[in-house]
């Protein structure tokens, strides 16, 4: 493993020193509440535009669905979006998601009560996306007739779906990167998530995924008293010292998402140097806890996770412990189709099978119009970075392939509007 943490730590070196995009950053006023007429709050949205490739004279919008994270970051690692601008003389805009970065609705009260982080929807930043497009049509000379296409990675990704899917009039076509769109209950089995990151790391070493298989009940018997506990908090310099067994689940919990996150660290380290580790574990999927119930259970034989089943339960619990929340599991199939988006057309879901996300990603052809390309040595969303002479041949046909869809939705938008 010692390689590997050296090499990561290259990498992210490379890339600090490396390239920056540029852009100029704007706020738009949005209401903190599209639908309903109770609250009256508005905040400032951050956005980012580069128009140095545009054809202003109705060049198309390329837009990024922004989603969990400071939308600098997105700027930075969506390389294909700059890299593919210049050929179709595109605007670029990254649109920061609600409640990230610096479009906080109630500045540090944001997360405090429900009262002010309840409007953080998937519905509410797409209804956030669609007033910002619709405002930049009217505002910017020579966008009113722009062909728009959303992008987006992991949650980013979803979004970019979901939005064409329920502002078709808004957004001409999505490529939806390592979208999870079916990491919900009832539809992708929980237990595929945990295999699809046992196999990356078996990729590596079959004797790694044997040593973490065997360290949860290693764990168990060494902090089964005081004495072992004391020694764990020293061995690992653990920041608080364990006292109870709550405390010894917390760091199993931890390290779940550190294994969890290294599998998509490890695989895009793989075929991507330029990558930043620290921001790569911030893109952990937190989501808002409410609508994003994805399962996810681990039986520690085909994968190498403690066991333990899904326990919607206590992932209720827990999120009212932490947000005085109560989720709503069904929200998200409800409201967006779940499996059954044979109505939708124009989107390319792109899936890297190294990723665990894959697993609760469109892997089939829907439509003509409706596109699934699997990337066998992907991990999570390479093909929206730039690209990079250790580009797998997949990778670079996937870049292809969207860039064919993208041509031919902007070209059917200027054909139905006599453009
Ligand atoms: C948050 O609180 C800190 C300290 O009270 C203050 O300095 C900061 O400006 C506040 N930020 C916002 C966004 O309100
Ligand atoms: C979907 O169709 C495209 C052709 O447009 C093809 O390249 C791709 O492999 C198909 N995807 C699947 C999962 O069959």
């Given at each position: 493993m010692k390689w590997l943490v050296l090499q990561v730590i290259l990498a992210s070196l490379?890339?600090?020193?490396?390239?920056?995009?540029?852009?100029?950053?704007?706020?738009y006023k949005q209401k903190v509440d599209h639908f309903s007429f109770v609250d009256p709050d508005s905040y400032s949205q951050r956005y980012l535009i580069n128009d140095e490739s545009w054809d202003s004279d109705g060049g198309p919008i390329f837009f990024y669905a922004g989603n969990e994270g400071d939308i600098t970051w997105f700027a930075e690692n969506t390389g294909f979006m700059w890299d593919?601008?210049?050929?179709?003389?595109?605007?670029?805009i990254f649109a920061e998601h609600r409640y990230y970065g610096v479009s906080l609705p109630y500045g540090n009260k944001s997360f405090t009560e429900p009262k002010y982080s309840g409007y953080l929807t998937s519905e509410q930043a797409l209804a956030d996306f669609a007033e910002l497009i619709s405002y930049l049509r009217i505002a910017l000379p020579g966008a009113k007739n722009s062909a728009v296409i959303a992008f987006g990675g992991s949650y980013g990704g979803m979004l970019a779906a979901w939005f064409r899917m329920k502002y078709p009039h808004v957004v001409q076509g999505s490529i939806a990167a390592s979208a999870p769109i079916l990491q919900f209950i009832d539809i992708t089995?929980?237990?595929?998530?945990?295999?699809?990151?046992?196999?990356?790391?078996?990729?590596?070493?079959?004797?790694?995924?044997?040593?973490?298989?065997?360290?949860?009940?290693?764990?168990?018997?060494?902090?089964?008293?005081?004495?072992?506990?004391?020694?764990?908090?020293?061995?690992?310099?653990?920041?608080q010292p364990l006292k109870t067994q709550k405390d010894v689940q917390k760091v199993k919990e931890y390290l779940t998402d550190v294994w969890t996150n290294l599998a998509m660290v490890v695989c895009t380290h793989l075929t991507e140097p330029t990558l930043e580790p620290k921001a790569l574990l911030e893109e952990l999927f937190a989501g808002a806890c409410t609508?994003?119930?994805?399962?996810?259970?681990?039986?520690?034989v085909k994968d190498f996770f403690e066991p333990s089943p899904w326990d919607f339960k206590a992932y209720a619990t827990k999120?009212?412990?932490?947000?005085?929340?109560?989720?709503?599991?069904?929200?998200?199939?409800?409201?967006?189709?779940?499996?059954?988006?044979?109505?939708?057309?124009?989107?390319?879901?792109?899936?890297?099978?190294?990723?665990?996300?894959?697993?609760?990603?469109?892997?089939?052809?829907?439509?003509?119009?409706?596109?699934s390309?699997?990337?066998?040595?992907?991990?999570?969303?390479?093909?929206?970075?730039?690209?990079?002479?250790?580009?797998?041949?997949?990778?670079?046909?996937?870049?292809?392939?969207?860039?064919?869809?993208?041509s031919t939705w902007i070209e059917s938008y200027k054909s139905e509007n006599e453009i």
């Open positions: 490379l890339l600090h020193f490396g390239y920056a995009y540029k852009y100029e950053t704007y706020f593919i601008a210049p050929e179709f003389n595109a605007l670029i089995p929980c237990e595929k998530f945990g295999q699809v990151v046992t196999a990356d790391f078996a990729r590596e070493s079959s004797q790694c995924v044997e040593v973490i298989r065997n360290s949860w009940a290693a764990i168990d018997a060494v902090t089964a008293d005081e004495v072992g506990m004391n020694w764990l908090t020293g061995a690992w310099k653990l920041c609508e994003m119930v994805m399962p996810m259970c681990y039986d520690g999120c009212y412990e932490s947000w005085n929340i109560y989720p709503r599991p069904l929200m998200a199939p409800m409201i967006y189709g779940g499996k059954d988006i044979s109505a939708a057309s124009n989107i390319v879901f792109s899936n890297g099978l190294l990723d665990p996300w894959s697993t609760g990603g469109v892997m089939w052809n829907v439509s003509d119009s409706v596109v390309i699997i990337i066998p040595e992907g991990a999570h969303h390479l093909d929206l970075r730039s690209s990079n002479p250790d580009d797998p041949q997949s990778v670079i046909d996937a870049r292809i392939l969207e860039k064919k869809y993208i």
